[in-house]
Nanobody, 119 residues
Framework: QVQLVESGGGLVQAGGSLRLSCVAS????????MGWYRQAPGKQRELVAA???????NYLDSVKGRFTISRDNPKNTVYLQMNSLKFEDTAVYYC?????????????WGQGTQVTVSS
């Protein structure tokens, strides 16, 4: 059974930092691209950061320079370090695993973790 479990969310003041973690099981973790998405009330879910199995990274423009995505394959874990947090970063953050194999796109999602930034 594939499972992605996020942790590390919470309430933080503007300007503060949080580190999100996502632990995967039931997949060969090193073969999957990983991403962090977020969804705020009334808004579409958006890709915040992604890291491929080759360790290349991409970021949403609004978080560049503030957020860092990383992965630790032996621990089956992907992280999102969030610094200089702003109110507009408030959202539920979701972990996603993706692999394209034999023409089929395999996508798996975590349950989400709430990040709330206060002033």
């Amino acid at each position: 059974q594939v499972q992605l479990v996020e942790s590390g969310g919470g309430l933080v003041q503007a300007g503060g930092s949080l580190r999100l973690s996502c632990v995967a099981s039931g997949i060969i973790f090193s073969m999957f691209d990983m991403g962090w998405y977020r969804q705020a009330p009334g808004k579409q879910r958006e890709l915040v950061a992604a890291i491929t199995r080759e360790f290349s990274t991409n970021y949403l423009d609004s978080v560049k320079g503030r957020f860092t995505i990383s992965r630790d394959n032996p621990k089956n874990t992907v992280y999102l370090q969030m610094n200089s947090l702003k109110f507009e970063d408030t959202a539920v953050y979701y972990c996603k695993a993706r692999r394209l194999f034999g023409g089929t796109d395999y996508d798996y999602w975590g349950q989400g973790t709430q990040v709330t930034v206060s002033s």
